[in-house]
Protein backbone atom coordinates (compact mmCIF):
# COMPACT_ATOMS: atom_id res chain seq x y z
CA UNK A 1 0.00 0.00 0.00
CA UNK A 2 1.36 3.41 -0.97
CA UNK A 3 1.40 6.31 1.44
CA UNK A 4 -0.96 9.19 0.68
CA UNK A 5 2.14 11.87 0.85
CA UNK A 6 5.20 9.56 -0.03
CA UNK A 7 7.57 11.41 -2.80
CA UNK A 8 10.38 9.51 -4.36
CA UNK A 9 12.95 11.52 -2.33
CA UNK A 10 10.77 9.69 0.73
CA UNK A 11 10.82 6.23 -0.69
CA UNK A 12 14.41 6.34 -1.85
CA UNK A 13 15.25 7.11 1.71
CA UNK A 14 13.35 4.28 2.90
CA UNK A 15 15.01 1.97 0.29
CA UNK A 16 18.60 3.13 1.31
CA UNK A 17 17.70 2.57 5.08
CA UNK A 18 16.55 -0.96 4.23
CA UNK A 19 19.46 -1.51 2.34
CA UNK A 20 22.02 0.08 5.12
CA UNK A 21 20.37 -2.24 7.42
CA UNK A 22 20.63 -5.84 5.81
CA UNK A 23 24.35 -4.33 4.74
CA UNK A 24 24.86 -3.93 8.96
CA UNK A 25 22.88 -7.74 9.74
CA UNK A 26 25.28 -9.39 6.40
CA UNK A 27 28.21 -7.66 8.20
CA UNK A 28 27.61 -9.23 11.51
CA UNK A 29 28.68 -12.79 11.46
CA UNK A 30 26.12 -13.53 14.46
CA UNK A 31 23.10 -11.07 13.59
CA UNK A 32 23.54 -12.47 9.70
CA UNK A 33 23.44 -16.23 11.41
CA UNK A 34 20.28 -15.60 13.86
CA UNK A 35 18.04 -13.56 10.97
CA UNK A 36 19.34 -16.18 8.36
CA UNK A 37 17.95 -19.14 11.01
CA UNK A 38 14.74 -17.21 11.74
CA UNK A 39 14.40 -16.76 8.24
CA UNK A 40 14.73 -20.15 7.50
CA UNK A 41 11.88 -20.83 10.10
CA UNK A 42 9.47 -18.76 7.92
CA UNK A 43 9.47 -15.66 9.87
CA UNK A 44 9.20 -12.71 7.46
CA UNK A 45 12.63 -9.96 7.33
CA UNK A 46 9.79 -7.24 7.74
CA UNK A 47 8.70 -8.79 11.24
CA UNK A 48 12.70 -8.62 12.07
CA UNK A 49 13.36 -5.32 11.31
CA UNK A 50 10.02 -4.48 13.24
CA UNK A 51 11.75 -5.92 16.12
CA UNK A 52 15.42 -4.20 15.70
CA UNK A 53 13.78 -0.75 15.26
CA UNK A 54 14.15 1.76 18.84
CA UNK A 55 16.61 -0.72 20.29
CA UNK A 56 20.53 -0.94 20.81
CA UNK A 57 22.04 -3.22 18.98
CA UNK A 58 22.65 -5.69 21.91
CA UNK A 59 19.20 -5.65 22.91
CA UNK A 60 18.48 -6.70 19.07
CA UNK A 61 20.72 -9.66 19.64
CA UNK A 62 18.93 -10.44 22.28
CA UNK A 63 15.74 -10.22 21.05
CA UNK A 64 16.74 -12.56 18.48
CA UNK A 65 17.70 -15.29 20.99
CA UNK A 66 14.48 -15.00 22.42
CA UNK A 67 12.52 -15.57 19.86
CA UNK A 68 14.80 -18.62 18.40
CA UNK A 69 14.96 -20.26 21.92
CA UNK A 70 10.52 -19.72 22.05
CA UNK A 71 10.63 -21.50 18.76
CA UNK A 72 13.16 -24.27 19.43
CA UNK A 73 13.92 -25.28 22.98
CA UNK A 74 10.96 -24.02 25.02
CA UNK A 75 7.35 -21.96 24.36
CA UNK A 76 8.38 -19.63 27.23
CA UNK A 77 10.65 -16.84 27.51
CA UNK A 78 14.39 -17.34 28.04
CA UNK A 79 15.49 -17.11 31.62
CA UNK A 80 19.32 -15.50 31.21
CA UNK A 81 19.92 -15.53 34.67
CA UNK A 82 19.71 -19.24 35.59
CA UNK A 83 21.55 -20.95 33.60
CA UNK A 84 20.89 -24.47 34.83
CA UNK A 85 16.98 -23.91 33.48
CA UNK A 86 18.10 -23.15 30.24
CA UNK A 87 20.07 -26.70 29.99
CA UNK A 88 17.11 -28.12 31.30
CA UNK A 89 14.75 -26.86 28.79
CA UNK A 90 17.29 -28.07 25.89
CA UNK A 91 17.57 -31.39 27.48
CA UNK A 92 14.16 -31.63 27.91
CA UNK A 93 13.44 -30.06 24.01
CA UNK A 94 16.36 -33.04 22.94
CA UNK A 95 14.63 -35.75 24.27
CA UNK A 96 11.39 -35.13 23.01
CA UNK A 97 13.03 -34.95 19.15
CA UNK A 98 12.18 -37.93 17.28
CA UNK A 99 14.35 -38.02 13.69
CA UNK A 100 12.74 -38.69 10.68
CA UNK A 101 9.44 -36.96 12.32
CA UNK A 102 7.03 -35.08 9.71
CA UNK A 103 7.99 -31.77 12.51
CA UNK A 104 10.22 -29.17 11.33
CA UNK A 105 11.02 -28.99 14.95
CA UNK A 106 13.93 -31.88 14.24
CA UNK A 107 15.21 -29.81 11.33
CA UNK A 108 15.50 -26.35 13.37
CA UNK A 109 17.15 -28.09 15.79
CA UNK A 110 20.02 -29.66 13.84
CA UNK A 111 20.07 -26.03 11.64
CA UNK A 112 20.17 -24.61 15.11
CA UNK A 113 23.41 -26.66 16.28
CA UNK A 114 24.60 -25.85 12.98
CA UNK A 115 24.41 -22.32 13.59
CA UNK A 116 26.06 -22.20 16.98
CA UNK A 117 29.16 -24.63 16.34
CA UNK A 118 29.61 -21.95 13.49
CA UNK A 119 29.60 -18.79 15.97
CA UNK A 120 31.42 -20.76 18.59
CA UNK A 121 34.25 -21.22 15.89
CA UNK A 122 35.81 -17.60 14.80
Not at 18 to 30: G, H, P, S
Not at 38 to 67: H, P
Amino acid sequence: MKDAGATPESEWRKIKQTYLMLEEWFEDRTLYHMVGFLVSQDIAIKDIQTQSQNCMKSEFEQSLRQVIFERVVAQKPLCHSDEEAVRMDVEDCLATLIYGSKGRLVTAALLLFNVATLLENR
